[in-house]
């Protein structure tokens, strides 16, 4: 084969590089789609030519005076391809989930008290097959209408929660990937259960976080039966109904005026009030959805004519219950970290958010007073990392597959406090008491002093007693019903029954990139050295 043949061949490979990458983005699962399967079979088709030919380039090249050049190329290529396609296939992804459920019995409670209770509602064995949530979030619905407190708001139950036309925020947690973020299945179900509205589903729901730089909604491994359902695809899966998602992170950055004050670029509206019980700036996001609804998330539904529709704008919380190695445990309160701007004012803590350092004043309370509070919590206990930062390197708030562990429990109440207590009481401690543990201190709720052991080189930042107390007692002193005595707390629990679980576990679910396509990836620094060989030694028409 003559060099212009070879050139052509190595023109069509960078050509199909540059569209396979450009398509696939920051999304390893297109690396799937048809188009993109020619486009690495072009790659592949050229490489095995070149590699073919790289005895012959390497004997012409000594000829010419260019061996040295030539073979740093091709080292480059063949050590790239062992490099990069080893790193990109880690141990997680070949991992196999244990979906076999903690043992954790927990046991319904009836407060002897008449007034200032709060209701806590808790499935257990929630998982259907191949991850179905919905027979699981109709049972919560279930329990909390057993107990007067309804979803739907409608003309036979005018103290319901959602309108038919209301516009709802999901307040997700899409920081972290893996079982990190939450759950997509549980997250398939609530948007499921509030577009059946019984009157009919208008309105419109926003998927979104703040993940303060780390955010992500459309993550290749997401917390989900098929890892590779993101919270996008979630969203992208009603077609029928108007459902988006906005990542925050990407607005933080513009500090902007709200609607009324005649500003309709997205940002972020930030007090110039100091707090100083709690040193904090509240602020938080406006954005015009992808349907043209503008949001303010403080003021309501903005509409240009008649002003903000405070009512019509509902939040939903939905953290995922884990272990953090700052603030011992991450539950809704701490998941009201990701409504804020995050402003950086410390020089000394140059890439973490003042913000951050609030939480254990009882700052994201101050956020949740100042700003909007959720209508209602629902806590994602399917997978936890059950693991305590004086005693495990697998502490959160991170959690990789085969970190967490299946407890398999969802939880709801319109107290964000109770609901942190209890579940880390009986849910996080528990199972971190089943795997063994000795000190746990760090995820008890009645633990006020710093844990006496941490992991590396920094202390907690507060105790999770600490933080939970402050942000009650902000909480209360603005009127919400929020306690963490348990004397004051309705439990209710339903187990639902059967072989739910799911019956296999696909290591490499449908549609996920398998380890063939992740390693396509390594075809950035591979390509970087077939176009420095080509150039150095194809430069002879004739060769």
């Given amino acids: 084969m003559r060099g212009r043949h070879l050139w052509k061949f190595g023109f069509i490979a960078i050509a199909s590089a540059i569209w396979f990458f450009l398509r696939t983005g920051q999304n390893p699962k297109r690396a799937v789609y048809p188009c993109q399967q020619v486009a690495v079979v072009n790659i592949q088709i050229f490489g095995t030519i070149l590699l073919a030919f790289i005895p012959n380039i390497l004997k012409q090249a000594a000829t010419n005076g260019r061996l040295r050049s030539a073979t740093i190329a091709v080292v480059l290529i063949i050590g790239s391809a062992f490099v990069t396609s080893d790193s990109l296939n880690p141990n997680f992804e070949l991992s196999v989930d244990d979906y076999t459920r903690i043992p954790i019995d927990l046991v319904p409670i009836t407060s002897s008290a008449s007034e200032n209770t709060s209701n806590l509602f808790f499935i257990q064995n929630a998982t259907g097959p191949e991850g179905d949530m919905n027979p699981a979030f109709t049972a919560l619905i279930g329990l909390m209408e057993s107990q007067d407190l309804h979803l739907y708001r409608t003309s036979e139950n005018p103290f319901g929660l959602i309108e038919s036309n209301d516009v709802i925020i999901l307040k997700m947690n899409g920081q972290w990937d893996y079982r990190g973020g939450t759950n997509t ?55 029928s109904f108007n459902i988006s998602t906005v990542l925050w992170d990407s607005l933080r950055y513009s500090t902007v005026g709200d609607y009324d004050e005649g500003d309709y670029q997205d940002g972020y509206v930030l007090s110039e ?34 002003g903000f529709d405070s009512d019509r704008l509902k939040v939903i919380n939905m953290p995922v219950m884990k272990s953090h190695f700052r603030y011992g ?4 309160i701490k998941n009201y970290m990701g409504v804020p701007k995050g402003h950086v004012v410390s020089s000394v803590h140059s890439s973490i958010p003042h913000e951050h350092f609030s939480i254990g004043l009882g700052g994201m309370g101050t956020l949740m007073v100042e700003t909007r509070a959720p209508i209602l919590h629902i806590l994602d206990m399917i997978w936890i990392n059950p693991h305590p ?19 398999d429990i969802i939880g709801a109440s319109q107290d964000p406090v109770a609901l942190d207590y209890w579940a880390s009481k009986n849910i996080l401690c528990a199972t971190a008491d089943y795997l063994n543990y000795t000190e746990y201190s760090s995820l008890d709720p009645d633990y006020e002093p710093l844990s006496d052991q941490y992991y590396g080189s ?7 007693h600490n933080y939970l107390n402050r942000s009650m007692n902000i909480l209360a002193e603005a009127g919400f019903q929020v306690t ?6 309705n439990v209710y629990v339903e187990s639902l029954t059967g072989e739910i679980f799911p019956t296999s576990t696909p290591t490499s679910p449908s549609g996920a990139p398998s380890e063939m396509d992740l390693a396509v990836f390594a075809l950035i620094p591979i390509l970087i050295g077939i176009i420095a060989l080509v150039a150095i030694i194809i430069r002879r028409r004739g060769t």
């Fill in 185 to 239: 299945d549980l997250l398939k179900s609530v948007i499921n259960t509030i577009t059946s509205h019984p009157e009919g589903f208008t309105g419109e729901i926003v998927i979104a976080d703040n993940g303060q730089g780390l955010g992500n909604l459309d993550r290749s491994y997401s917390n989900a039966y098929l890892r590779n359902q993101s919270m996008n695809d979630v969203a992208e899966s009603f077609t």
């Fill in 273 to 306: 009030t100091w707090n100083e019980d709690t040193e904090i700036f509240t602020s938080y996001p406006k954005f015009e959805t992808d349907y043209g609804t503008y949001i303010s998330f403080k003021n309501g539904v903005w509409d240009g004519i008649s």
């Fill in 329 to 332: 445990v991450t539950g809704c």
């Fill in 389 to 407: 930062m004086e005693s495990s390197t697998e502490r959160g708030p991170w959690s990789t597959y085969p970190n967490a562990r299946f407890t």
């Fill in 458 to 464: 920094d202390p907690m930042d507060e105790s999770f």
């Fill in 484 to 489: 963490m005595n348990q004397t004051l707390m």
